[in-house]
């Protein structure tokens, strides 16, 4: 594809881009924190409430399917009322969810609460990298969206060790687990008042002098004034459709992004890792499946911050290429070690690669392309539309997953993934341009180049 134009970095006020930033990104934390803190508590639950496999998947699921309707709610709130009163109303409904999922007496009431904390990681996962994204400046865009995931896996590895460390704490362990995300729930609805709304969005709506003065603070007077008039040209010129030819491949991206980071198989370490270990792994017990977890996440971790750093020098198309070809190498080792009855170290040590892989590329590089790709007028509506997807195959590979190892055992589930993988590395080095140092406006008007191409 031919290469986006590049206007260079503008210099302006850290503080004042990166304060905002970490606040939105508090809401990533929370995402993290919620989806991965069944990983260790669903163990418990299966057996305090005696669930089947299938009840099982829809104790893990009834997350997600709030997830979806979240997503879907910010597609058409956030351009209406804005990236900062949305992202209120989640902090709310993640306080009221970390409370209502650990009171639950049986498994439709717990499978409510979940939902509502879903609602509220779908909102999060939409609208906290979307307005980075929007108060970044172009050069340090993808290290600042990075922070939403740097976030996510914080919330990860601090859910893990939260139940690691309550593994030992009575029947009422699980609820305990749930509970403790209240705090940074709060936490989070007071750090949102202080931050601004998105200069891109009080453009759309009119309020002009707000904008510029952010922006100000953040590239400098002389270039706000540049970027206002950019931004101001590019909503002028939109029509406002989703489905535009113009933009219609941007979004395409943007959700076959969405679906193979998930297709590959990740949320099966993370919602199931425990249970993967105890069944399908020699010599193991619930503490030191949970032990596992708590690995899994701080390799996560450091591997995240490895792609923060990376993403803007190496680029997202190459780190994603790199990290789709780990995956797939990492899976098919993953597949063989539990076939041949590997030790549990020899698969923990291929799970990590795998999950290392995955944090380093896909794990950053999706969400910046999806919150980076699609034009200021409908980014709000086009994020939401691929967060939707991703959520709806994270839905699909976590209701699946247990059956079909049922049906073509763990090891054989492990190598379909590796071929997705490969499917995913296909798509990215064909079909994704390169986006990094660009500015908002300057990948739309790539876009709009290829549109009339």
């Avoid at 669930?51 to 009834?62: G, V």
């Avoid at 995931?149 to 309550?166: F, P």
């Avoid at 030992?168 to 609805?189: C, D, E, K, L, T």
């Avoid at 020699?282 to 690995?295: D, E, G, K, R």
């Amino acid at each position: 594809m031919n290469p986006i134009p590049n206007t260079g970095p503008q210099v302006g006020s850290t503080r004042s881009v990166y304060l905002p930033a970490m606040a939105a990104a508090i809401g990533g934390l929370l995402f993290g924190f919620d989806t991965a803190v069944i990983n260790g508590a669903i163990v418990f639950i299966k057996q305090q409430f005696a669930l089947s496999d299938s009840q099982t998947e829809i104790a893990a699921s009834s997350l997600l399917v709030g997830c979806v309707i979240g997503a879907s709610v910010a597609a058409f709130t956030s351009d209406r009322f804005g990236r900062k009163r949305i992202l209120l109303a989640a902090a709310a409904l993640f306080t009221l969810s970390s409370i209502g999922t650990a009171l639950p007496r049986d498994l439709l009431e717990f499978s409510v609460a979940r939902l509502v904390g879903g609602i509220a990681i779908g909102i999060a996962s939409t609208l906290s990298p979307l307005y980075i994204a929007e108060i970044s400046p172009a050069h340090k865009r993808g290290l600042l969206v990075s922070l939403n995931q740097l976030a996510i896996v914080t919330g990860i590895l601090l859910s893990y060790s939260v139940n690691y460390l309550l593994t030992g704490a009575g029947p009422a362990n699980w609820r305990w687990m749930f509970a403790s995300a209240a705090v940074p729930s709060i936490a989070f609805f007071f750090t949102l008042l202080f931050i601004p709304e998105s200069p891109r969005w009080l453009m759309q709506k009119g309020r002009q002098q707000e904008a510029e003065h952010f922006l100000a603070q953040i590239v400098g007077p002389h270039a706000a004034s540049g970027e206002i008039e950019a931004i101001r040209s590019s909503i002028s010129d939109e029509s406002g459709d989703l489905l535009d030819p113009s933009f219609r491949k941007a979004l395409v991206v943007a959700i076959v992004i969405a679906l193979f980071s998930q297709f590959t198989g990740i949320n099966t370490i993370i919602y199931y890792g425990s249970l993967v270990f105890l069944e399908h792994v020699p010599h193991q017990t619930a503490s030191t499946a949970l032990w596992a977890n708590v690995i899994i996440g701080a390799i996560n971790f450091v591997a995240t911050v490895a792609g923060m750093l990376l993403i803007d020098r190496s680029g997202r198309k190459s780190l994603l290429i790199s990290a789709f070809a780990g995956m797939a190498l990492s899976l098919v080792a993953v597949s063989a070690a539990i076939h041949f009855q590997a030790s549990g170290a020899v698969v923990l040590i291929f799970v990590l690669t795998y999950v290392a892989c995955f944090a380093v590329g896909v794990g950053t590089g999706t969400w910046v392309l999806m919150a980076e790709i699609c034009p200021t007028r409908v980014r709000g509506r086009a994020m939401a539309v691929a967060t939707v997807c991703l959520w709806c195959g994270t839905l699909l590979v976590t209701l699946t997953f247990l059956s079909l190892v049922t049906l073509f055992t763990a090891a054989g589930v492990f190598l379909l993934y590796a071929v997705v993988s490969i499917a995913a590395l296909l798509f990215v080095w064909l079909g994704v341009p390169e986006t990094k140092g660009r500015t908002l406006e300057e990948i739309e008007k790539f876009w709009l180049s290829q549109g009339h191409n």
